[in-house]
């Protein structure tokens, strides 16, 4: 449950060039998150939305990394990794977060990360329905919002 409204505020993309990258795998759950950012990035009149499919959570970094030398002002990274009977859950989680947050930092690029890390499919499901807890959405707030403060930084 949401303890406040910032992500229901639509503030304006307008300028803005925003890359926004789905995970293939768990697809019934990552179109949901692509719907709600795509939904968001519309209401905030985004210049330009550049939109990449990657085959998991695992190959977003790499992609991420390709949209920020192709000019983008931020990228909305969304997937869905569901735990399961093994590791594979905590190791693939771990690598996208670690390499999302090391493509910010090394492009000054704004990521947004909108991966969904759940132990169970209803609360990914719960996650990616439309709506304004969509986490894609808030994904792409958070997107827009960082690469605002950035530019207004100079």
């Known amino acids: 449950m949401r303890t406040d409204d910032t992500a229901t505020d639509v503030l304006s993309a307008e300028g803005l060039r925003i890359g926004v990258v789905t995970a293939l795998f768990n697809g ?58 093994t590791d594979h859950y905590a190791h693939v989680a771990h690598r996208a977060s670690e390499g999302l947050m090391r493509v910010q930092i090394d492009t000054g690029i704004p990521i947004a990360f909108g991966i969904l890390t759940v132990r169970d499919l209803q609360d990914a499901e719960i996650r990616s329905a439309a709506g304004p807890d969509n986490k894609g959405r808030e994904a792409a707030h958070a997107a827009v919002m960082t690469a605002l403060t950035l530019k207004a930084i100079g």
């Not at 949901?32 to 990449?52: T, W």
């Not at 977003?60 to 983008?72: C, Q, Y």
């Open 28 to 85: 019934s759950i990552t179109e949901g998150l692509k719907e709600g950012a795509l939904e968001y990035l519309s209401e905030a009149q985004a210049d330009e939305v550049f939109v990449v499919d990657a085959p998991g959570a695992f190959e977003l970094p790499l992609i991420a990394a390709a949209l920020t030398r192709a000019g983008v002002d931020a990228v909305v990274c969304l997937g869905a990794v569901i735990e399961g009977d």
